[in-house]
């Protein structure tokens, strides 16, 4: 208590100091800043959705609702000391921090806007993710991550001209560019044409993981997490941009290694400017700063790459498209370039997070690992067989392995939207403007909707056969959603499936796979979770036995 209240004491001397110093021109920047939670841009574009001046709700739901300020949560002043040393928040991470907030208020509370933010519902009412998302519009709005914002719209928009990507537009702008992207990225046909050379790549990383493997203990001798990200780039390249990346190189382990080091800067750095109690929009922090830097490093080192490819593609000029990048140069070049910097930027730490987790989860459940093995074997009856898009379509049981780890430990612990109108969720007037976060993770790891929800049971996904198991799964279509929700449904989805789905077919094939630490895998938690500590997997060759083609339903 006593670190808390001298952080308090020096916090405020210093603001004091900062005030007397820069005066009135501080201020003005403040109070212009206080109303201004985004750039100028993305406040017009939520102007345009959010209706200030429609008339207010007098139906018999509003009418009998509990009043907005009626909503439990923290005040503004206690929740930014929870922040501060000695605070129950200090250096806690966003699931931690959302499980004590939801244990202490309930199933719905409210943390209120401060230093520039909008209010924010965190709900776990499956009955209110309903609502949201029925009310959300033909253009849903997600506004987070002012900084990418600030970045993309203010800092660099001399390089984004107006147009910054669907991360951080909204409105007609963010729609005009979701329905030319669509037809490209979002078509699994379209996205599984690269199948073949994606299983080449895999097949190269699989070959290089033998020779990092001990023959004795089966154990890795390099950090597992660094080379998935490799491979998860390397695959993502040829996607996007049609071009076959040499990881030996040392040109190419030197900017693999500064986007990996730039990406990890901006998830940790992201979440602390964005996701906690922080006043870069009054002044920029060294670690601000750095934050920008990290941004900047990101789109320099993938804009080099993709203005290679554009010059490889003017020099070729071929007549059919090959890349992601060569189909939307056709349709539309600047969201051609910005989808291009963003799957190469996206495209790596989440792929390589999500398959971690459902390695792990087939790891820790030896049965379920044999019966995936025994649908592989069908396919693969040759470890060194080609995967295609005929013999792909065949793999239920590996789907729902991925699903099920999902389920379990998604790649975010929920979905949020701005709304653009006024609802009532779990009996409480919510006026339109404010932002919702759904529970999602919480939700899918409740026995309410999975029974046995602590035990991995892909047979909960199987949609026919003996073994499927359709009671253990949710019938309520807004829990599971790993990859988002409705129109704002990860652009990237198709891609992460296939590079997923093929290293997983690769290894279970040629691997008996298992988990060689006592303790459970722990994650990070700031703007995605990922993998904590050095991932301790035991690859081993696959006996014979192991090999035998048995019989499993699906």
Not at 67 to 94: C, I, K, Q, V, W
Not at 234 to 250: A, G, P
Not at 366 to 380: F, S, T, V, W
Not at 393 to 404: D, H, S, V
């Amino acid at each position: 208590m006593l670190k808390k209240l001298y952080a308090v004491k020096q916090t405020g001397q210093r603001l004091v100091r900062l005030r007397q110093l820069c005066g009135a021109r501080f201020q003005a920047q403040a109070e212009q800043q206080r109303n201004s939670s985004f750039s100028n841009a993305t406040q017009q574009q939520l102007k345009e959705l959010i209706d200030e001046n429609a008339p207010e709700r007098t139906d018999a739901e509003w009418s009998n609702a509990k009043e907005y300020d009626a909503l439990p949560g923290p005040t503004r002043y206690g929740f930014f000391l929870s922040f501060l040393p000695g605070g129950e928040f200090h250096n806690m991470n966003y699931i931690g921090m959302n499980q004590m907030l939801r244990q202490k208020y309930g199933d719905i509370f409210l943390l209120k806007g401060a230093f520039g933010r909008v209010d924010t519902v965190f709900t776990y009412n499956a009955d209110d993710f309903e609502v949201v998302y029925r009310n959300e519009g033909i253009w849903p709005i997600r506004a987070a991550m002012m900084s990418f914002d600030y970045y993309r719209k203010v800092k660099r928009v001399d390089f984004f001209k107006g147009q910054s990507g669907l991360v951080t537009e909204h409105g007609s702008a963010w729609g005009d560019m979701r329905n030319k992207v669509n037809p490209v990225m979002m078509k699994s046909a379209s996205i599984r044409q690269d199948l073949p050379e994606i299983d080449k790549i895999t097949m190269k990383f699989v070959d290089r993981l033998e020779t990092l493997r001990d023959p004795i203990t089966g154990l890795l001798k390099n950090d597992f997490h660094i080379e998935l990200k490799k491979w998860a780039f390397e695959s993502v390249i040829y996607i996007s941009l049609n071009k076959r990346m040499n990881m030996t190189t040392e040109s190419a382990k030197k900017e693999t290694a500064q986007l990996v080091q730039n990406l990890a800067d901006s998830f940790n750095l992201c979440f602390k400017y964005d996701m906690t109690p922080s006043m870069w929009k009054y002044f920029e922090t060294p670690g601000f700063k750095k934050l920008m830097r990290s941004y900047n490093g990101i789109t320099e080192i993938t804009y080099k790459y993709v203005l290679e490819a554009m010059e490889r593609i003017k020099r070729e000029g071929n007549k059919e498209a090959k890349s992601v990048l060569d189909k939307l140069l056709r349709i539309d070049p600047h969201y051609a370039v910005l989808m291009s910097i963003d799957s190469l930027t996206s495209g790596m730490d989440t792929t390589a997070s999500t398959f971690i987790t459902a390695l792990y989860h087939i790891a820790r459940n030896p049965d379920k690992q044999q019966a995936l093995r025994r649908e592989l074997m069908h396919i693969m009856p040759d470890p060194r067989t080609p995967l295609t898009q005929e013999n792909t379509k065949i793999m239920p049981y590996l789907r729902a392995c991925i699903k099920e780890a999902q389920r379990i430990t998604p790649i975010a612990p929920g979905n949020l939207r701005t709304l653009p109108k006024d609802i009532v969720l779990s009996g409480y007037r919510i006026p339109r403007g404010t932002s919702v976060h759904m529970g999602n993770m919480a939700l899918c790891n409740s026995e309410k909707y999975y029974p046995r929800y602590k035990e991995f049971i892909p047979e909960r996904w199987l949609k026919a056969g003996t073994e499927a198991c359709p009671e253990l799964r949710s019938s309520n279509p807004f829990i599971y959603a790993p990859f988002g929700f409705g129109p704002r449904t990860c652009v990237g989805k198709r891609i992460a499936e296939m590079e997923m789905e093929t290293l997983l077919a690769r290894l279970i094939r040629l691997y008996k796979i298992s988990w060689a630490k006592p303790e459970e895998m722990q994650y990070n938690s700031n703007l995605i979770l990922t993998p904590k500590g050095p991932l301790k997997f035991r690859f081993m060759p696959l006996e014979e036995e192991d090999c035998a083609i048995g019989s499993l339903a699906m």
